[in-house]
């Protein structure tokens, strides 16, 4: 089984600050195949990138995804009151297709 | 548009039987694999099952292989998870997920299961 680690457990950032989201796998994943989702309180989660760097219709372009092999992250350039949530990560290269535990960003 | 809507979720003792639906809309139902996910109180997302469009790869997580079902009805647009011995950790929002290319793309709401006595 692929273990996702995602670090850190939770980021706290001001409105306009640069947000960066890491993703880590217990083994090589075929990056085609590695997305990012978000989820707000009381919402299901929403894609944000697939493919490791291909942003999902309509998310905006201050989302981006890079990495390869083991190491992905995910950037929010300049964070907007509505991006504070959870991130998750997931592989879909090999079953079971797992998630990362995620990674909260609140307000400081 | 496309709409996955969920129902089924229900109070159910535990060593109980509960089966999840997924009404399916907004796009050809029979082209696309489709999953299970679930999310326990306060925690992340954990995936569960995946089924192709013709049926014929079923993957399942090792926490519910042996215990849970996943099905489809194409003619019906409509995605199954048949649950038996229910456990307390069992207790969860299951969401049902289309599978686009090569991720989730679409989720519905979810249902909410609760195992307890």
């Known amino acids: 089984e692929i273990v996702l680690t995602q670090s850190p457990g939770t980021l706290s950032l001001s409105p306009g600050e640069r947000g960066t989201l890491s993703c880590r796998a217990s083994?090589?994943?075929?990056?085609?195949?590695l997305a990012w989702y978000q989820q707000k309180p009381g919402q299901a989660p929403r894609l944000l990138v697939y493919?490791?760097?291909s942003r999902a219709t309509g998310i905006p372009d201050r989302f981006s995804g890079s990495g390869s092999g083991t190491d992905f992250t995910l950037t929010i350039s300049r964070l907007e009151p509505e991006d504070f949530a959870v991130y998750y990560c997931q592989q879909y290269d090999r079953s079971p297709f797992t998630f990362g535990p995620g990674t909260k960003v609140h307000i400081k | 548009e496309v709409q996955l809507v969920e129902s089924g979720g229900d109070l159910v003792q535990p060593g109980g039987s509960l089966r999840l639906s997924c009404a399916a809309s907004g796009f050809t139902f029979s082209v696309y694999g489709m999953n299970w996910v679930r999310q326990a109180p306060g925690k992340g997302l954990e995936w569960l099952s995946y089924i192709s469009g013709g049926s014929s790869t079923i993957y399942y997580a090792d926490s519910v292989k042996g215990r849970f079902t996943i099905s489809r009805d194409n003619a019906k647009s409509s995605l199954y998870l048949q649950m038996y011995s229910l456990r307390d950790e069992d207790t969860a929002v299951y969401y049902c997920a289309r599978y686009g290319d090569r991720q989730i793309d679409y989720w519905g709401q979810g249902t909410l299961v609760t195992v307890s006595s």
């Open positions: 083994q090589s994943v075929d990056s085609s195949y």
């Open positions: 493919g490791a760097s």
